[in-house]
């Protein structure tokens, strides 16, 4: 019999789908490793049971503990459900900003949800700083103590993604793979795959695509944090500062992706692929073709299918909501 003990076994060896549209249109193979396929249902269930094993190991968190944790969502959600399978408990703090599927999500299993307003990160009130104040209140009050996540500068993140997501890439495409690229919400993606790449073929190139008002692009490029022109509607990614996780990341090349040229990928995906994607993966996937075109035809990249569209309904498939931010309506969609 070959059964998955738990909900943790559940977590990765996700597979890589080749993306056929975008394959075409450039001469190359481009593969998007399915992290929509987690249990959680994004990429973010490996950080969540990253963290949660190395905090076990260190003996930070004690069994009926509680995590903390600041984050755009899908890493609550991802440590909800390890936090009820495993006998702890969590408390997540989310901007009010993220989609409100994910705040029904996060209802749904039970969170201990604290919405806080969106502000910048040099605030004391970003949310990031709301859970580590939290989670210090907690652990002098709890019985078995709380322990704050710290997703952005915690390297249990990089270090699961380098030890599987990472791993599996190369294993999945037998070393035969030329360039991978994703773009950074803590980081722990693109500094655990490229590490782990790196280790094994240092000639493999390397992307980050950064959605526009992100200051990492210009940080690649030039070493100045300045955010680029525009912004972005999609969640869990863009940030403007280095994270710890971040400082790992070996990146050769950085493109600037903007909502205009991402959308349509999400749609065409959706209308002639079946498949039906959130925000960050068509910021991906528009940086693998800019790879693509880049490296020339013939050559096997790799990027990430970050969670599934119905997180974003509300926003990415409703022509109201895209109307009044000045983006592109599939035809289809317009009732
Ligand atoms: N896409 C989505 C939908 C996310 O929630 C996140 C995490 N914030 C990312 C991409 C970025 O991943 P990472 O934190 O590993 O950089």
Request: net charge negative.
């Given at each position: 019999?070959?059964?998955?003990?738990?909900v943790?076994?559940?977590?990765?060896?996700?597979p890589?789908l080749?993306?056929k549209?975008?394959?075409?249109?450039?001469g190359?193979?481009?593969?998007?490793?399915a992290?929509?396929?987690?249990?959680?249902?994004?990429?973010?269930?490996?950080?969540?049971?990253?963290?949660i094993?190395?905090?076990?190991a260190s003996?930070?968190?004690?069994?009926?503990?509680r995590?903390?944790?600041?984050?755009?969502?899908n890493?609550?959600?991802?440590?909800?459900l390890?936090?009820n399978?495993?006998?702890?408990?969590?408390?997540?703090?989310?901007?009010l900003?993220?989609?409100?599927?994910?705040?029904?999500?996060?209802?749904?299993?039970?969170?201990?949800l604290?919405?806080?307003g969106?502000?910048?990160?040099?605030?004391?009130?970003?949310?990031?700083?709301t859970?580590e104040?939290?989670a210090?209140?907690?652990?002098?009050?709890?019985?078995?103590?709380?322990?704050?996540?710290?997703?952005?500068?915690?390297?249990?993140?990089?270090?699961?993604?380098?030890r599987?997501?990472?791993?599996?890439?190369?294993?999945?495409t037998?070393?035969?793979?030329?360039g991978f690229?994703?773009?950074?919400?803590?980081g722990?993606?693109?500094?655990?795959?490229?590490?782990a790449?790196?280790?094994?073929?240092?000639?493999i190139?390397?992307?980050?695509?950064?959605p526009?008002g992100?200051?990492l692009?210009?940080?690649?490029?030039?070493?100045?944090?300045?955010?680029?022109?525009?912004?972005?509607?999609m969640?869990?990614?863009?940030?403007n500062?280095?994270?710890?996780?971040?400082?790992h990341?070996?990146?050769?090349?950085?493109?600037?992706?903007?909502?205009?040229?991402?959308?349509?990928y999400?749609?065409?995906?959706l209308?002639?692929?079946?498949?039906?994607?959130?925000?960050s993966a068509?910021?991906?996937i528009a940086?693998?073709?800019?790879?693509?075109?880049?490296?020339?035809?013939?050559?096997?990249?790799?990027?990430?299918l970050?969670?599934?569209?119905?997180r974003?309904?509300s926003?990415l498939?409703?022509?109201v909501?895209?109307e009044?931010?000045?983006l592109?309506?599939?035809?289809?969609?317009v009732?």
């Amino acid at each position: 019999m070959h059964t998955a003990s738990d909900v943790t076994q559940l977590i990765g060896n996700t597979p890589l789908l080749h993306l056929k549209q975008v394959s075409e249109k450039t001469g190359c193979t481009i593969l998007g490793k399915a992290e929509f396929l987690n249990p959680g249902g994004s990429v973010k269930d490996r950080t969540a049971l990253g963290i949660i094993r190395a905090a076990q190991a260190s003996g930070e968190l004690q069994p009926g503990g509680r995590i903390v944790e600041g984050t755009a969502g899908n890493t609550g959600i991802g440590l909800t459900l390890l936090a009820n399978a495993m006998g702890y408990t969590s408390t997540v703090v989310m901007p009010l900003t993220q989609s409100k599927e994910k705040i029904d999500t996060l209802e749904l299993l039970g969170a201990d949800l604290r919405l806080v307003g969106a502000t910048s990160y040099s605030d004391p009130n970003h949310y990031t700083h709301t859970a580590e104040k939290l989670a210090k209140k907690f652990a002098q009050r709890e019985e078995h103590g709380a322990i704050w996540a710290r997703q952005f500068d915690n390297l249990a993140n990089m270090d699961i993604h380098c030890r599987t997501t990472g791993e599996e890439i190369w294993a999945q495409t037998e070393g035969k793979v030329d360039g991978f690229i994703c773009a950074a919400g803590t980081g722990g993606t693109i500094a655990g795959v490229s590490v782990a790449l790196k280790e094994h073929n240092p000639g493999i190139a390397i992307g980050l695509a950064d959605p526009a008002g992100a200051a990492l692009y210009e940080y690649v490029r030039s070493g100045e944090l300045t955010p680029s022109e525009g912004s972005s509607i999609m969640e869990g990614i863009g940030i403007n500062h280095i994270t710890d996780n971040f400082a790992h990341a070996q990146v050769d090349v950085a493109f600037r992706i903007s909502d205009e040229e991402a959308l349509p990928y999400i749609f065409d995906l959706l209308k002639h692929e079946g498949l039906c994607l959130g925000g960050s993966a068509g910021i991906n996937i528009a940086g693998a073709v800019r790879l693509a075109e880049h490296l020339g035809p013939g050559h096997t990249i790799v990027t990430i299918l970050c969670d599934y569209g119905n997180r974003y309904q509300s926003k990415l498939f409703n022509p109201v909501f895209l109307e009044n931010k000045g983006l592109p309506i599939p035809e289809w969609l317009v009732i």
